[in-house]
């Protein structure tokens, strides 16, 4: 018996979300997101620390069940869908790590192989050679046979990209490509993207909080505040927003609190009321 495939998706988008809200205990983290992602475009979802982006990407990978609403992935809910379901899904979609997350004790070869070698029968000759067009694509054939331990930042998000496009996924997510990278590494990372989206015609999601690169590879942005999408649109849409809270994001302004300072003295002494 065959595993159920997920339905077609007719809509254009390949990820639709609905209503989805999160609460970790009393805490509320997402609350009410509605958000379309578009088939074969790059989707760049930028926000503040603490706005929920992390969060959002988690339910959007399954790796998270949301207190409410729904997630349609490729056609298929994600929150509700059977363990074959998300099996299959998951096998459609590459993920490249912030930090790489490479098998240390593996070498690079070896790492981009183990999708390969664990959900497909290939032979042995036809898994090296779809490592190496894929290290050749990200430019790491000359790094097939070293060890994680051996390779700089950009060369590690390198590897990690290569093993995430491996089974040619149609679904691409990156969570914070650029960071710790250098200028020039990381614009080398953006233009990979773009190829990626361009060659395989790869539907890419990319959490980052550099505005130089997500305006850059973005088709569509959307700007996260605690919790809600405060405007999703092209690059152009969002640059013209009027939401003072984008503006301030897009021009690194310091947010404004507002401190009760008799509630604050209370805190800080341990007094509840």
């Known amino acids: 018996m065959t595993s159920p495939t997920p339905s077609l998706n007719i809509t254009g988008n390949a ?28 989707s760049v979802i930028m926000g503040g620390s603490g706005t929920g982006k992390s969060t959002l990407l988690r339910c959007i990978l399954g790796l998270k069940l949301p207190t409410s609403g729904s997630i349609h992935m490729l056609g298929t809910d994600i929150t509700t869908a059977t363990t074959a379901q998300l099996y299959q899904l998951r096998k459609q979609t590459g993920v490249a790590f912030q930090g790489g997350a490479l098998f240390s004790s593996m070498s690079v070869a070896e790492n981009i192989q183990l999708a390969l070698r664990e959900h497909t029968n290939l032979d042995e000759s036809t898994i090296q050679i779809m490592t190496r067009i894929k290290l050749d694509m990200v430019d790491m054939l000359h790094a097939e046979h070293l060890m994680p331990s051996e390779l700089s930042g950009g060369m590690t998000k390198r590897a990690a990209l ?17 960071a710790g990278l250098d200028p020039s590494t990381s614009a080398e990372l953006d233009e990979l993207i773009l190829l990626l989206r361009d060659s395989l015609k790869m539907t890419i999601v990319v959490v980052t909080h550099e505005l130089e690169s997500a305006f850059k590879i973005a088709d569509q942005i959307s700007i996260m505040g605690k919790g809600i999408i405060l405007a999703t649109g092209t690059p152009e849409e969002i640059r013209a927003s009027a939401d003072p809270e984008v503006q301030g994001l897009l021009h690194r302004k310091p947010r404004e609190t507002v401190v009760d300072t008799e509630a604050h003295l209370k805190a800080l002494v341990g007094e509840t009321s």
């Open 15 to 42: 990820i639709e979300v609905r209503k989805l809200t999160v609460d970790y205990g009393a805490r509320r983290i997402l609350s009410n997101i509605d958000l379309d992602i578009p088939s074969g475009k790059v």
């Open 162 to 178: 290569a093993r995430a496009i491996i089974m040619d996924p149609k679904l691409l997510f990156f969570d914070e490509p650029s």
